[in-house]
């Protein structure tokens, strides 16, 4: 049988306004003391943005831990005080321009459960249209691309996009038919 470790003490490493540190001396089931490093996230929140011909909007942005530009959903961290629906809407238009007139909740992500205590909400965003231009943050640098489902189910498939929120979502998108 699988039992929940006791945490005996924990201890903050590190901390900032997105992520902390956290050192957990636990004691196993065996009976072993063993201590687990674990990063703890802010909540985020990531939008499937569908426009009227059904194609996924895709942001690039350079990513610097892997050293790359990748292809992600617009999204962000959940601020104080917002629900994951308002930061998925405040994301998609200060990212974007863009605002949707429909809003439909598709499912959460735990993020890396052996490392990372963090959750991602996905939403799926219809009828969107242009409001303004981007009001990014001044370390954003993202082009916007608009993506057929089959296009982005072969890079899917060819192992382009790893990204686990943009897999999520077209996991999410798959079992409802929606694509």
Do not use: C, S
């Amino acid at each position: 049988m699988v039992e929940k470790w006791h945490v005996e003490r924990e201890e903050i490493a590190y901390a900032d306004r997105w992520v902390r540190v956290v050192r957990a001396h636990v004691r196993l089931p065996n009976g072993r003391a063993y201590v687990y490093t674990t990063l703890w996230r802010v909540p985020g929140a990531a939008v499937v943005a569908l426009n009227e011909k059904g194609h996924v909007l895709l942001v690039r942005e350079y990513r610097h831990p892997l050293g790359q530009v990748i292809d992600q959903l617009p999204g962000g961290l959940v601020d104080e005080g917002e629900t994951p629906l308002v930061t998925a809407q405040r994301e998609l238009r200060e990212e974007t321009g863009l605002e949707a007139r429909e809003w439909e909740w598709l499912g959460e992500v735990e993020d890396n459960p052996g490392l990372i205590a963090g959750t991602t909400t996905l939403f799926l965003a219809r009828d969107v249209h242009p409001v303004a231009e981007p009001a990014r943050e001044w370390t954003e640098f993202l082009e916007m691309r608009w993506e057929a489902p089959d296009v982005l189910q072969a890079r899917i498939a060819r192992g382009e996009i790893r990204d686990r929120v943009v897999l999520a979502a077209w996991a999410f998108l798959t079992a409802r038919g929606v694509l």
